[in-house]
């Protein structure tokens, strides 16, 4: 048995990897895909005899956090190769972090029956379910003109933030909400807070008009009155016609039902659900 680290798959390291993850899809079908082209990431290959057993693939998301997924061939389960594999992540990890507490996320699919024992097994706790979630952004007639989505991050960042306040709103919108959200935002620009952001969305564009959408806030004073179910709309819009974009992605707690409900009302719908194991080290 020979084990690999790298931290670059050739060509022939990927063919090898599809080969193996195609052979576990048969077995038990997994939404969980693998992360060939994530930076910061690092590749544990097991191989015997010129063939790849097993891979596992450890992706860093903070100075201590760690993604980890892996696969094992279904016919050599149970022989110890996840095991051998995840040894010589630690032991990296203990090398790269000494002292310092580190978390693993272990990445299964939600359905997975294999993946939980062997985890479980390991110390790693169940933690949340995640969805990733997708829409096709169309044509439609928003209320809000584009200009009312401000930039508020840097130009030269690459994932750009945009936010709406109360002075960005139009009369024809502020006519479209409910009486009390109506009341609330009138006291709160009376007193000052007009340039105060009501909604924030952060948007990181992709290759062939694809963008992923993450930290999509509503104000905490108007939480559960409606504004984001209202202004959501004119966002995607927004995306659509004034960035040319042609699908949105995000990811959302499975357990955050007002937001789940919020992005399958706009054509959002699961393309990946994820369970997640914690470890700490």
Known sequence: MKIRITDTLTEEDITAVSRLTAACLRTEPSSVTFPADEEDTDYFLAEDDGRLLAVLALCQIG??????????????????????????????????????????????????????????????VPGAEEL??????????????????????????????????????????????????????????????????????????????????????????IRGMGFGTRIFPDFLSFLEDELGLIEAGLQVSADNVPAVRLYEKNGFYTTVALKYYGLVL
């Open 132 to 221: 990733e979630m997708s829409v096709p952004l169309v044509p439609i007639r928003p209320v809000l003109p584009p200009e009312a989505f401000r930039l508020i991050s840097d130009p030269k960042e690459q994932t750009a933030r945009y936010a709406v306040t109360a002075e960005d709103l139009t009369p024809a919108f502020l006519e479209s909400l409910p009486e009390e959200l109506r009341r609330v935002l009138s006291e709160a620009a009376a007193q000052g807070a007009g340039r105060v952001p009501l909604f924030a969305a952060s948007v990181l564009e992709g290759s062939d008009g694809q963008c992923w959408l993450f930290e999509v806030e509503t104000a905490e004073p």
């Open 63 to 124: 100075d201590t956090d760690y993604e980890c997924m892996a696969w094992v061939l279904p016919e050599v389960r149970g022989e110890g190769w996840f095991t051998a594999l995840w040894e010589e992540a630690a032991d990296l990890l203990e090398e790269r972090h000494g002292d310092e507490e580190v978390l693993v996320s272990f990445v299964t699919d939600v359905k997975s029956v294999s993946a939980p024992p062997v985890l479980e097994h390991l110390g790693a």
